[in-house]
């Protein structure tokens, strides 16, 4: 983990922040910036997502998986933090662009130190053109919202209120002549009220990781590898894991029947999760 910070002129920016009008005269940079010959994807939304919203976030960016994309967001509460997680969980290089500058004493939001710390550790890198003893202000947020625009290929809108944040960040992806992709929400909520304005305008509806992949330009693969495919690459009690779970089954019973030491058990699930081989949620473990 490179913890190192590091001052950018505008020639060492990612060439497409370069293109936006008015670009930062400068960048901080802390950590490892990817590279500009993968797909930046920036993913915003509502600080109070909802529960689709969580569950949205989370199916888009696991379908991505192996691809060459880097998730960008803004560290804050809700979709942002939950774009972070995915991308970690996930596999991708995420960057953060918070509302303050990088030093880790004013970083904020200060309850997501924590999540940029696994960020760096993860081998992704936090931005800001603040310097790095600013503290966030209301001033910080609309100008940081244009440098995830500005760095991205596209920008995904999965949930935003009326009079939101994530719509500034929108509007200057149109400006800039990106791709603006929205997550149709449910028309009872409020905090779909915005997304549905863009959709209503023209921006690219997004109901599955292909139509992300397809907006970037990116070509899908051929289906997944099956599990007899698989084989040569598993070990006996990958295997044995696979042949308990043909139908999804409750983490103890699954410990029960491996029949192996409870910190073995676990460990082997932990990597097989990180693989992306099996997932499990609310103690049920199911083949992904």
């Not at 199916?59 to 967001?73: A, K, T």
């Not at 991205?152 to 800039?176: C, D, F, R």
């Not at 295997?239 to 999804?248: G, N, Q, T």
């Amino acid at each position: 983990m490179t913890d190192e910070l590091k001052l950018l002129s505008p020639q060492e920016f990612p060439p497409l922040l370069r293109e936006i009008p008015g670009p930062p005269k400068q960048l901080y940079v802390r950590g490892e910036m990817p590279s500009t010959e993968y797909k930046w994807l920036a993913v915003v939304g509502s600080r109070a997502m909802t529960t689709y919203g969580k569950a949205a976030c989370k199916y888009l960016i696991e379908g991505l998986r192996g691809y060459p994309i880097v998730i960008v967001s803004g560290l804050a509460y809700g979709v942002d933090a939950e774009a972070h997680k995915a991308a970690l969980d996930t596999g991708l290089t995420t960057v953060a662009v918070p509302g303050s500058g990088l030093d880790w004493d004013v970083l904020y939001p200060r309850a997501h130190v924590g999540l940029a710390r696994e960020i760096l550790k993860a081998g992704g890198c936090l931005l800001s053109e603040f310097k790095p003893e600013q503290k966030a202000a209301d001033y910080t947020f609309p100008q940081r919202n244009r440098i995830m625009a500005g760095l991205s290929h596209a920008t995904l809108v999965i949930e935003a209120k009326e009079k939101s944040g994530s719509l500034i960040t929108a509007k200057l992806v149109a400006e800039y002549n990106r791709e603006l992709l929205v997550v149709p929400g449910s028309i009872f909520s409020p905090e779909s009220k915005g997304t549905h304005q863009f959709l209503r305008l023209g921006a690219t509806p997004i109901t599955s990781p292909e139509d992300i992949l397809m907006a970037l330009g990116i070509t899908k693969r051929e289906g997944a590898r099956s599990l007899n495919e698989l084989r040569d690459d598993l070990s006996p009690d990958e295997l044995r894991v696979f042949e308990i779970i043909h139908s999804p089954v409750s983490h103890d019973e699954l410990i029960s029947e491996l029949g192996l030491p409870i910190t073995e058990a676990n460990v082997l699930l932990s990597t097989m999760e990180i693989k992306g081989l099996i997932v499990e949620e609310l103690g049920v473990v199911r083949v992904r």
